[in-house]
């Protein structure tokens, strides 16, 4: 997954489909999270969070230690904007959306940061050799709305200005998770191996916030069951999730592969669901429906596009 090639060089139609394709296994494993972190127990946040990236980094320095020609992982001339900007988006979305779902009611501040996708769509045209059209953003729009009926259970919000400040950090984080993925498109060039210093960053960041803020309540887990849970959200959605999203959002087709991340909260629901630590409905069922509809949009281009040799 290190390709280098810079943005501005067109991908065959094969290297652009296994990259998008690439960024729908990062949102499968993001299904995982809310079984996985429900199962760690009464694990304090930074804590699950840094013992999560703690497992990410590992994964990923495994994953590189058995590549041929490996390259570097310390960042090359010209590389360490990329590498500071990735650091801190990859710690800066997490730890402000902790810090919202403690501020404001979990089901408005995980709908607000939910916005992170559609903003993927919207910024994409800014990017060189991407372009927004009209199928785009309808797409983007019908998974925000399946993603709002997931998250909502199908019930009215009730926006309380006593939580303006956790509805800020929601939408910061949802800017901050835009901005990182968007960031990363721009820098095609450096390699996804470059996740894993990432991820040992936000491991370190992630110990301080647990001792700083965390570590009178700190609860390790108390049978193989949450060990497991642990370990399990460090291998996939808070491990090697962040490595294939990234080389899916570089090389990939990035509006579908933003618009095809509303398929989370859903995924999500449904392992839940299966799971039986949640009770299906109807909201599920449009919800389905109306993601499945927005992704279909939003892959127009990609049906249509050319092979490019």
């Keep these: 997954m290190d390709a280098a090639s810079p943005t501005t060089r067109p991908a065959s139609s094969r290297h652009r489909n296994l990259a998008t394709l690439a960024g729908f296994l990062a949102v ?10 429900d199962a760690t127990g009464a694990m304090p946040p930074f804590q699950t969070a840094a013992i999560s990236f703690a497992v990410g980094t590992l994964v990923g320095l495994l994953w590189h230690a058995s ?18 900007l990735g650091s801190i988006g990859l710690f800066g979305y997490h730890a402000l959306y902790f810090a919202a779902l403690k501020a404001a009611p979990a089901v408005e501040a995980s709908l607000i940061a939910y916005l992170w996708p559609l903003l993927i769509v919207v910024g994409s045209a800014l990017l060189p050799g991407e372009r927004l059209r009209w199928y785009h953003m309808a797409g983007a729009l019908l ?100 490595y294939v999203w990234d080389y899916g959002v570089k090389h990939g087709d990035i509006q579908l592969v933003g618009t095809s991340s509303y398929a989370a909260p859903l995924l999500s629901t449904l392992i839940l ?27 127009l281009s990609t049906i249509g596009r050319r092979t490019v040799p």
């Design 28 to 37: 499968v494993m993001w299904g995982f999270l809310a079984l996985l972190t």
């Design 67 to 84: 590549r041929r020609g490996r390259q570097r992982l310390w960042p090359a001339d010209g590389q360490w904007l990329a590498y500071g």
């Design 143 to 242: 998974g925000f709305t399946g993603a709002a009926l997931i998250v909502t259970r199908g019930t009215s919000l009730a926006v309380n200005p006593e939580f303006a400040g956790g509805y800020a950090l929601a939408v910061a984080a949802a800017f901050t998770w835009a901005g990182y993925s968007l960031v990363a498109r721009r820098f095609a060039a450096v390699p996804s191996s470059a996740v894993i210093v990432f991820c040992a960053v936000a491991a370190l960041l992630s110990t301080l916030g647990w001792w700083l803020l965390e570590r009178e309540t700190a609860v390790w887990p108390l049978d193989a069951t949450q060990w497991l849970a642990v370990i399990g959200l460090g291998l996939l959605p808070v491990g090697a999730a962040f």
């Design 273 to 299: 669901i299966a799971a039986g630590r949640a009770e299906a409905g109807w909201a599920v069922l449009v919800a389905c429906v109306l993601i499945t509809a927005g992704a279909l949009l939003a892959a």
